[in-house]
């Protein structure tokens, strides 16, 4: 009698006690849901807004559509107020908040700040299609790099060095490139630029077990050094013929290229952006359905064990990690091949350290890497676009928009992340 009560006693604590209630994000909605009241909602600019929905072009073409910013400021804040109010009450009963909640505020937030951010513009007319289809341009070094970090972590090494690979691949790629008049040729020099600061990478945190962040840091530094150095002292001063390089073309796929709205803004684009969709495509079926990606993914959580099975775990690390350079130096082939045709001193802009924001927040998975890129390409666009429409934003605000959604992302606003167990890891043979 006496264990079946202490039993009963251990159940009915745990019943009482065992429910952890989050606040974080119910707090948050509630903060954010209260300033859209005075910010979307008393505060909503006049202007109506024209959305072009069509690109003028093709067979497809729509009226744009007429968005009031003070009628639509208002549904928006009356959605995230009883979202938060939801939030509050479901995680004070102790219940776990739908899936479904975090998209439609995030949803419902980012729109509303669109909407009054356009509607202060002096011209509030916007076309969705030029909108996407310059945010897909401008994710692809987010992506490539997000792509080369992902090669790197699951097999258990930190890449910090992205930002690095990226500027080598740009300044290789223009050199390549302007020297050969051949866009391809410096898309293969971007890539083996972006294998040489792998290797660097390698050697120091594979061999000699150095400490994987450090090693990353120190290599962006010395590339950014040595870029700026040679560019300086090379390629400024013989700027005709070292740095202007032969852009990469770019082409409509038939059929695809006429979808409405999709069309020209996925099939409508750089070479760069096609090969992205076979990299990223690649990298998922290479990870999830072959012994290779098994191989990777087990020397990434659990090293000990893949050597006991027959690994060579420090042989595929470095293969990983230069196949990775190799990845991301495609990424900074961007800057010098797709976007300008000269190289400039720190050009990246960080872009490798959002790479790897993306790659956390998408948590360590191809899919969510490339969604989280696309995410931080679209605000960094929309930066460009509200510059040119004249918004009232003030400018050093906008500059910082792709970093404050990095920030907000990495700090975990869309739930908790874990990487691979083995990250950062070195292994030793015993």
């Not at 959305?51 to 910013?69: K, T, Y």
């Not at 945190?205 to 150095?229: A, M, P, R």
């Not at 990870?287 to 000990?304: F, Q, S």
């Not at 900074?332 to 000269?342: E, H, K, N, R």
């Amino acid at each position: 009698m006496s264990v079946v009560a202490t039993q009963n006693t251990k159940v009915s604590a745990e019943t009482e006690t065992g429910v952890v209630k989050n606040w974080k994000n119910p707090v948050i909605y509630t903060v954010l849901a209260l300033l859209s009241v005075f910010l979307i909602g008393f505060r909503a600019p006049e202007k109506t807004i024209s959305l072009g929905i069509s690109d003028g072009v093709r067979w497809f073409q729509a009226e744009p559509l007429q968005i009031n910013p003070q009628v639509y400021g208002w549904i928006a804040v009356a959605i995230m107020l009883a979202l938060a109010a939801y939030a509050l009450v479901t995680t004070n009963t102790g219940k776990l908040l739908g899936r479904w909640v975090a998209p439609l505020f995030w949803l419902t937030f980012v729109t509303g700040l669109l909407v009054w951010a356009i509607g202060s513009t002096a011209k509030p007319s916007l076309s969705l299609v030029s909108l996407l289809t310059g945010a897909v341009a401008l994710s692809i070094p987010m992506i490539f790099g997000s792509m080369g970090g992902l090669l790197c972590e699951r097999s258990g090494i930190v890449n910090i060095a992205i930002e690095g690979q990226l500027l080598f691949g740009a300044f290789s790629a223009v050199l390549v490139g302007s020297l050969t008049g051949s866009p391809w040729a410096g898309l293969l020099a971007a890539m083996a630029g972006g294998v040489l600061v792998s290797a660097v990478l390698a050697l120091f945190s594979i061999k000699y077990l150095v400490d994987q962040v450090i090693v990353g840091v120190v290599v962006n530094v010395l590339v950014s050094g040595l870029t700026g150095f040679l560019f300086a002292r090379v390629l400024q001063p013989n700027a005709p013929t070292l740095n202007s390089a032969p852009k990469l073309p770019s082409f409509e796929i038939p059929v695809l290229s006429q979808i409405p709205v999709i069309g020209p803004v996925l099939f409508d684009q750089n070479v760069l952006v096609y090969l992205m969709y076979f990299v990223v495509g690649l990298i998922w079926f290479a990870l999830n359905k072959t012994k290779w990606g098994l191989r990777t993914r087990a020397v990434g959580e659990h090293p000990k064990a893949a050597d006991t099975l027959g690994v060579n775990v420090n042989r595929l690390r470095l293969m990983n990690v230069l196949l990775a350079g190799a990845v991301a130096g495609m990424g900074g082939a961007f800057f010098t091949l797709v976007s300008v045709s000269a190289f400039n001193s720190d050009m990246t802009a960080g872009q490798g350290y959002i790479a790897l924001a993306a790659l956390i927040f998408g948590r360590w998975t191809p899919v969510g890497a490339l969604s989280a890129a696309l995410l931080f390409g679209f605000s960094l666009n929309l930066q460009f676009v509200l510059s040119i429409l004249g918004t009232q934003v003030p400018t050093e605000l906008l500059a910082m928009l792709p970093y404050l959604v990095t920030i907000f992302a990495v700090a975990g606003l869309v739930g908790r992340s874990r990487g691979p167990a083995a990250v950062g890891t070195p292994y030793v043979k015993e």
